[in-house]
């Protein structure tokens, strides 16, 4: 008995030191390739800093931050921000990161949204037919739809969701 609660201590005693010691790397990752620009704390560096007048994105902010799913983040590091239509300062570190590496930068990005009601990106599921997203953002969408009836019609609908 006595074997087993020293067992169950050491692992009650590892299994944080490990789950830290990954949250480090993270954070670490993410000073390394990121912070540079985006600051230590996600809000980005002044203008001043950075050398170039585009503002840049804050992480804390949480509307900002969680409404991406984390592929399309993934896309952006990986492949700069023009890939999303973003400003090209923002670099592709697709041959200087490995994608385990960007995914645990991203996960340290995701710590910087301290609220918890808001959802993440992933609930933006696609639209179908009949009904809108599940999480709206500020976004354009066009609707094309082609009548083939007696009457051949061509009918596109442009609508702004904010």
């Given at each position: 008995m006595?074997?087993?609660f020293e067992?169950?201590?050491?692992m009650l ?11 480090n ?6 000073i ?12 980005g560096?002044a203008e ?7 503002p840049l994105?804050d992480?804390?902010?949480?509307e900002?931050a ?10 952006v590091?990986?492949?700069g921000?023009?890939v999303?239509a ?13 994608e ?21 990106g992933e ?13 709206p953002?500020?976004?354009?969408v066009?609707t094309?739809d ?5 009457q ?10 904010k």
């Open positions: 006595k074997q087993k067992l169950l201590f050491l005693l590892i299994i944080p030191m490990f789950l830290s010691a990954q949250v790397i993270n954070e670490k990752l993410y390394n390739a990121c912070a540079s620009c985006h600051g230590i704390d996600g809000k560096k001043a800093e950075v050398a170039f007048d585009i994105p992480f804390t902010d949480c900002f969680s409404r991406e799913p984390d592929p399309d983040w993934y896309a590091a990986h492949e921000g023009t999303r973003f400003d090209r300062m923002m670099p592709a570190f697709g041959e200087a990161l490995t385990e590496e960007m995914y645990k930068i991203l996960t340290h990005i995701r710590t910087f949204c301290e609220d918890k009601r808001w959802p993440r609930f933006n599921l696609p639209r179908p037919l009949f009904t809108e997203k599940a999480f953002e500020d976004e354009a066009l094309v082609y009548n083939s009836g007696e051949k019609a061509v009918e596109a609908e442009f609508l702004y969701e």
